[in-house]
């Protein structure tokens, strides 16, 4: 079985050795990485000066996997997901999640389309997050959307003084939304963030949790 790298032709297995290339062209451990999904999002033309839908793969990291938690720390490193980066790194090991309902507990990055696909450069990488899945819908107790970190404009600009990327967000959202088709997601948000979550189809039912109800 494999999987059809959109645009590019190549066929490649599921799950594939991965190499982290950061922007010191220095390597990190390969890490056993897993095509989760493809989605998109929106980049800048600068000749055209409009933003255009622009593949995006979203892919999962192995928590089991010493050398997946390795590469991570490099991803986090970046000055846009240290905060948040540093307390996905303190969960990655202990069994914060490990209830009798949650199935899973994964963390993915959202990166552009990798050329061959064996290498990530840490540049390429547009936001993580971590998510917690139930083994069923539990009145009170859903699917969560346990944080998520995308690149601030500021750190990607180009001449024109734009974001290269745009709709981050949206595209790891409704990445999720396609992983996990008929489950219910829960997100605790920022009072700032509300808006954003209400335009991805997240119904406000307390101060800052939204659900979104399949």
């Given at each position: 079985?494999c ?33 989760a ?37 490099q ?32 963390v ?16 390429d ?90």
């Amino acid at each position: 079985m494999c999987v059809k790298l959109l645009k590019q032709g190549i066929c490649v297995h599921p799950m594939i050795k991965v190499d982290v290339l950061n922007s010191n062209n220095n390597y990190s451990p390969s890490f056993s990485a897993a095509l989760a999904m493809k989605t998109s999002v929106l980049r800048y033309n600068p000749a055209t000066r409009t933003y255009k839908p622009f593949a995006a793969d979203l892919i999962k990291f192995d928590k089991k996997n010493p050398e997946d938690y390795e590469s991570m720390k490099q991803i986090c490193g970046l000055s846009d997901f240290q905060t948040l980066g540093s307390y996905l790194l303190k969960l990655w090991t202990n069994n914060t999640w490990n209830w009798p309902a949650v199935k899973s507990n994964s963390v993915y990055a959202l990166t552009t389309p990798q050329k061959n696909y064996d290498i990530i450069n840490t540049d390429d990488v547009l936001g993580i997050t971590e998510f917690v899945e139930n083994k069923e819908d539990i009145p009170g107790f859903y699917n969560q959307i346990m944080f998520m970190i995308t690149r601030k404009p500021y750190q990607a600009s180009n001449r024109s003084g734009l974001s290269n990327y745009s709709e981050i967000g949206t595209g790891m959202v409704d990445a999720l939304k396609d992983l996990y088709p008929q489950k219910s997601i829960a997100v605790f948000s920022e009072i700032e963030a509300l808006p954003f979550w209400e335009k991805q189809g997240f119904s406000t039912v307390g101060d800052r949790k939204l659900i979104y109800y399949v």
